[in-house]
């Protein structure tokens, strides 16, 4: 395989942050020093169209110390770290095929790059490989399996099982606890927050923070909103959710009253057209919209474009839009084109969390590798196994120990003879 990257001589400072990465990713190094003897992954190839950020570097390094081919294309056309992706094509022999800024066109050329070498297994970070592959089935040799990284990627597949359309089976590595827990909650939480005040300084102390979704994404972006002194609004379409917010203390409404009130909106639902035009026409002046969910269609930036006086970029990762009020015109900026603020306007999640996303990803691929035969073409949960030994692993790493069952009260908890 070749490469396409944006600059060769940004490596040096790429390896510094990859070697930076990779000291705070405890779980994938433990992992990596167990395979790099047994090779379980050897002669697979691996296309994985991911974030090309430091922590998938560590990932990307794991595959290949297990014998793996690995080649990457970027799952966002924002989130590519240039100088990580100049590092890993030429201090780590990893082709790597993104370039921060791609249009479209290149987006999906460097998808089909990495689809050219036939892989076994896919990493897919939003489905858009697999997507590639079963609009075209007959240009691609079918994978033996893959993972999905995020809730919008499994949407995606899932619909294509229900509909049986599904060609090789998937493991939603999206849905594993250790995932949720630390990725979506902890991660997203952090790095969202930390993208936005990157790219406006703001404080949030004081403001009305709108979060459109209460799962495991919006719970994290939430709870540090409030920390942070905003004031929080949740708006959802699911009662339980809903309700959960409502339980754990924050106001919840509808987008339609939430976007008069909001200083800062943010998505994290995974759907399209969350944030339209009659939201936007009703924001107050200077508020900040962005999305944290996966694709830019949460916002319906082609509505917003339809509505807007004139439009402007204020500075990187910010665009203003100028839109008709009742006291003239006003204001609102939408961070990162409407893509991921926290890869586009900052580093995307901390290595401590993306060490345990990682660690589902490689130890996923090595199950496929082992049970391919034997799984049908469907979305699989990940093992239970795997998860509970990713967690216990991280307990370990953090010098944590916990209790065991003894054998009675393993018994116990295995009969039904026993009461009060």
């Given amino acids: 395989m070749e490469y396409d990257i944006k600059d060769k001589s940004l490596k040096t400072k790429g390896k510094q942050r990859i070697e930076w990465a990779l000291q705070r990713m405890p779980v994938l190094a433990t992992i990596r020093e167990e395979v790099s003897t047994k090779k379980p992954l050897k002669n697979v190839r691996v296309a994985a169209c991911l974030h090309v950020t430091t922590e998938t570097a560590g990932l990307a390094i794991t595959l290949k110390a297990a014998g793996a081919a690995v080649g990457i294309c970027a799952s966002n056309p924002l989130s590519t770290q240039d100088d990580v992706a100049a590092s890993l094509t030429h201090d780590y022999d990893i082709p790597v095929f993104a370039i921060k800024g791609e249009d479209t066109k290149t987006y999906y050329k460097h998808i089909l790059a990495v689809l050219g070498n036939k892989p076994d297994i896919t990493l897919d970070d939003g489905a858009d490989l697999v997507a590639t592959i079963h609009k075209n089935p007959q240009q691609f040799t079918l994978p033996m399996g893959g993972t999905e990284e995020t809730t919008t990627g499994v949407i995606r597949l899932k619909s294509l099982q229900k509909e049986g359309r599904l060609m090789y089976p998937i493991i939603a590595v999206n849905d594993a606890f250790t995932k949720h827990l630390f990725d979506n909650r902890y991660g997203t939480g952090q790095s969202t927050i930390d993208g936005i005040i990157r790219a406006t300084n703001k404080l949030l102390a004081g403001s009305v923070c709108v979060v459109a979704g209460y799962g495991w994404c919006g719970k994290g972006v939430a709870m540090r909103a409030r920390g942070l002194g905003a004031n929080v609004i949740i708006c959802e379409i699911d009662p339980l959710k809903a309700l959960e917010a409502v339980m754990d203390g924050f106001r919840v409404m509808p987008m339609k009253d939430a976007a008069s009130v909001g200083d800062v909106f943010v998505t994290v639902t995974g759907d399209i057209h969350v944030i339209r035009p009659e939201h936007f026409s009703v924001m107050k002046e200077g508020a900040v919209v962005c999305n944290s969910g996966h694709f830019n269609v949460e916002l319906d930036l082609e509505g917003l474009e339809k509505i807007k006086e004139s439009r402007k970029e204020t500075k990187e990762g910010v665009t203003e839009y100028a ?9 609102v900026y939408v961070l990162a084109e409407g893509r991921l603020v926290n890869l ?51 307990l370990k790493t953090m010098g944590i120990k916990i209790d065991a069952l003894t054998a009675e009260q393993k018994k116990y908890l295995s009969s039904w003879q026993a009461g009060t």
């Fill in 323 to 331: 839109l008709k009020s009742k006291k003239g015109l006003k204001k």
């Fill in 344 to 394: 586009a306007c900052a580093e995307g999640h901390p290595a401590e969390v993306m060490d345990l996303s990682f660690a589902n990803q490689f130890l996923s691929c090595q199950y496929i590798k082992e049970h391919a035969a034997g799984m049908e073409n469907k979305v699989y949960k990940i093992p239970d196994e795997i998860d509970s030994n990713i967690a216990f692993l991280k």
